[in-house]
């Protein structure tokens, strides 16, 4: 059950970095939604490598292909099946790769568990498999767009020791997609790019920070106990490549308040029920309360580095070896559009939760 | 399916706080594991309320009843039912919070969601749900002792601003059990312990930090590329009441690094493969690699404060409000069990799709 | 997983026959239902052992406790969990089957499975383990006929070579409680009813047929491809102990007709589509048609038998042996309200998933 | 959650009769079992369309693609990505359908469930589906005879009227083989087939029985109490198009045994514990005996009908109508493969759920 992810709206993915290709079939998305393979395609476009002097240089396409689910513009509400071809798979690049364990990635790991692996630019375990989250989370978004007016924002707030200082209320997807980077902070953006220039050009890397947000979301979504929705979040989002950490509302800065401190009180806010403030992220108890949703995911620098490492060979000797395959620098860019899949996926499935957890809802779904 | 957790092995809670009961059923733990009684009463001894000075007063003796799957001291395969009675449910002391919202607290979250709540104690919003988990995570840490003669260590690290200096690979179960806090560094604990008894006795409350460790587990747990073991762990420790973040490894702390300065070298040790450092926390691509599993939680303040708070009502009304029941000024020490259980659950579920994961196992395990 | 059932309403049962107790956790019922403790016990009084001379003698109050989700006579949302405790459990009867395989039980193949066994009257295996099935049909019953008035309704058809003829259409609660065999047909009731106390008398048993039908429900229930209402159906009703076969509409005679005998041709009733016969039993493509649901489900001749039989030992030695634990000669008298129980369970599961299939409930469930 | 299948060897297909492609992801198969696109083409070569006289003339390669999970000819143990492409979709033949409803198809309730509807060819719910069930079927199979040296074997036993007489356990693959109707008794075989194209050339279609078997399976596949072997196999059999009742063993004939007739007692074979006979199909308790599993599942006659019928529109207008498109006028010659696929599929999942049932096994698999 590994490649699956969600309940009501589910994931099931497939696909290899440098194998024939890669899929995602969305099982629960309600029929009737309006949506163009166009849209879908602006989510990977975002995240396709190649986009900029910081990204992999491996060229794909990424067009997407719709074999089922959709018919004349809007879902039929039974599985929708998506298909990415992979085209620029320069296996040869990997060959070197076949018999170690590079550093920092999931070779070692991968054989223990299987006792065989696709060795070709991490197999299953590149974030190439990030495709079939990207193409799902647009459609799930396209869910929430319709049904909320809202969905998933998410940005670049830190790159290494660089920390963006940006109201994140005011952040717009504009401001977002204006640089390469993903930060809404054009300045910081401007050295953090640099930064990334720098560390690449000595075959280095660096990790940072993402955060997201969601205005606009009703209070109700989250299952107690254990679907929690900060806890779908959580899983959700730790299983993105090279998340080292997920945190709500303060997170760890939360240890450092006293419950005076921390507490967000209840006021009304035009005639309706908010809080005073949002150290929560706004969620309680696991469901939403009406305020933004907002959190952060830390993502350590990529494993992958152009200079030489020392490392073992699956026959335990000891090898020197230099990363040749194309990588990114620093994952965070292109990792944005992934968090928003991410988001936007718990929050589809956590409607559908919501739309029957109590007997009023149930019953003017059913009245015809 | 809000209240089951784990896929192999799959344990489903019930209980509010003041209603009859809380309870666990565990679907899926092998047939044949020795357990007694006994052993699951005392991890839900480490997690009773009114162990101490600084956790609630409540006085519930928590005796647990296993009503099924155990037969003379061994699981039987089939569904274990495990109950524990609640007796001391004061509902008076929160008549009071019938209609209104307690800041920080679940009360409103419920009601948008539900409707209709429990309002006793926070009902199913409870810290008392967890007695289901710490059940059944007895069992869960059973299993593991009983396959690879290991399972979880956790302890209080940060409790507000204090910060315990100890070596965790010397930490041991009896150090942690040496004090009230649940911190293996004496001095600390102390300092910690007036800390708390100094918020309790302002009516404030104080949040922290939790680590737990995992040593000798075998490399290849975790499924690729939704169920990996860290998006698993999250969950699972994002599911427990007033978590605010859970990172694994350096955690936020791997943003700081390069990728030269985070990547863990192989290395032979003893004839086996493993790593110089450990900064990943055990795992590579959401995959064990041998090496200590390790990671942090972090809790927010108790929301609950013996102080007065300005909230709403139910009917939009501003109300004063001072909290009349028991509950602990910080939830950390007696978090402890709650964390282990937690990691213990996921570990017993990976373990057992491990099982099965290759073609080498599965047969070795089919042979008669 | 093996003891959990459902998808949106999910139940978790657990317990053996001569266990402390049994129980089931309900997951998934919206919150809001008003049900009573002494709705749930009805139906179990209707599967109660001991209720005529043609059941078991076991003496079983089977008094349910509610011990959390309902609370002042409503559903929470939350988790509801139910216990029955065990009362007559005469374990000594079973002494002598410890080491031997009965023919036609489970105590092979559980040995096979397990390697360990609760041997005292079947363990887990028991018919018993109906109680927390029925327990949980009893609230997904009342949900259903509060959402749409309407529920399962079933009765004996076939004992042994004894069929009754009966207008499945005019078939009442009533009738079918108004003996002790659960067949409307008074007269064949009898036949049946000497036919059974013949059958024990001799020390053997026999099987039969139950229909069942559910008039009223929407035309969508089902979920295409695998889920489809008929499939889960068939899974929920062959789990019943003693089942064999499983059809819908007119099942095995279905091959018996041409096409063009069989389609059941759409016309107009009240203004509604409606179809001319019911040959399909309610459901095309796997889904509800808005016609009555009609199916029978087969069980062989209870296994107990109260003569001597032949079979071997634990250690594969030859050996006889004769039952002495209680136990109904034939099954179906008491199986008629587990029956109704399944089919109930899968209705609730797949009338909440109806709810979100398509974007104009969806929305009208999240008006607000 | 509909288009998935299994626990621990989990299916999900997409599709639509004719949209781009269908296809199906398997997620949980072990990493190194042998395989290779050619014997998963074998099995899609047997259900293909215009196989012969008695099949649908619709010209589909249905070639194969294998997208990813399977490297250098062995699963990787990551999720296994299969798609045929559609190529001889006409549908124009199915304009004039858009707005009516089929007698005996699912249009009506596919209307009903999701307000829009792929009309060309029945969409979703087109036998067409099998293609997907059948691919992973055939990995599935594979895994069964790699381990444990069987698969499923199923034949038609009966079309309309016409029995075969066959005695089960000397039935081999390549007497089913031998003709188009894929009944291993040549003289009924030809009877039957005549007896197809007599209906066909009247516009109208048959309906029948098919029986499987599978030899050689050990004793213990089947979890107690909802994943019961048989309920697991009623769910997948039952939802194969055209399904209309599942049976084990004898089946509705055990109705009329008494249980002194049907019992089937446990005698010593070759060393090993079997039973004298087989009335129960191979399973007792929902768990696998160890003795030869079969059972047989009614199929009705197909709904397409070339001949004039009479229905209702969309609009409830009343319309005759008259099938152009291309069907089987008896289905069962081409769900053979798909009663094996599905039976193969479930005993995969329950094999994995198998070997990790009990400590024993567990621990050898461990074990390095």
């Not at 989250?222 to 490549?241: Q, R």
């Amino acid at each position: 059950m590994s490649s699956s992810f969600g309940r009501f709206f589910k994931i099931t993915s497939f696909g290899e970095s440098h194998g024939q290709g890669l899929g995602v079939v969305i099982d629960g998305c309600p029929a009737g939604l309006k949506i163009s393979t166009e849209e879908i395609q602006l989510e990977l476009d975002r995240r396709k490598p190649g986009q900029s002097k910081i990204t992999t240089a491996r060229k794909e396409s990424d067009l997407i292909q719709v074999l089922s689910g959709i018919y004349e513009g809007h879902t039929l509400g039974t599985a929708i099946g998506l298909v990415v071809y992979n085209e620029d798979h320069k296996s040869g690049d990997y060959d070197n790769l076949k018999d170690l364990y590079r550093p920092g990635h999931a070779d070692y790991t991968y054989d223990a568990r299987y006792g065989i692996r696709d060795h070709r630019g991490g197999g299953r375990a590149s974030n190439r498999e990030a495709v079939a989250r990207v193409a799902a989370g647009a459609v799930a978004g396209k869910l929430l767009q319709s049904l909320l007016g809202t969905r998933c924002l998410s940005w670049v707030e830190q790159v290494h020791e660089l920390k963006a200082q940006i109201d994140p209320d005011s952040v717009t997807l504009s401001q977002i997609e204006a640089n390469e980077v993903r930060c809404p902070d054009p300045k910081m953006a401007e050295q953090m790019h640099a930064a990334i220039q720098q560390a690449k050009s000595e075959g280095n890397s660096l990790g940072g920070v993402i955060r997201f947000k969601v205005e606009g979301l009703p209070a109700g979504l989250g299952d107690p106990v254990f679907d929690k929705l900060t806890a779908d979040l959580a899983k959700g989002l730790m299983s993105i490549a090279a998340s080292r950490s997920v945190s709500f509302g303060l997170g760890e800065e939360a240890a450092l308040l006293t419950g005076a401190e921390h507490n967000d009180l209840f006021v009304l806010k035009e005639g309706r029920i908010a809080t005073q403030t949002n150290r929560a992220g706004g969620v309680l108890g696991g469901i939403s309360n009406g305020q933004t949703l907002w959190g952060r995911i830390t993502f350590k620098p990529t494993a992958t580095l152009l200079r030489d490492q020392e490392t073992l060979t699956k026959k335990q000797e000891t090898t020197q070896f230099k990363a040749r395959g194309r990588h990114d620098p620093c994952v965070l860019p292109r990792a944005v559009p992934n968090v928003d899949a991410m988001v936007n996926l718990v929050l589809a499935d956590h409607l559908l939760s919501f739309a029957v957890a109590n007997l009023g809802r149930l019953k003017r779904a059913l009245v015809h």
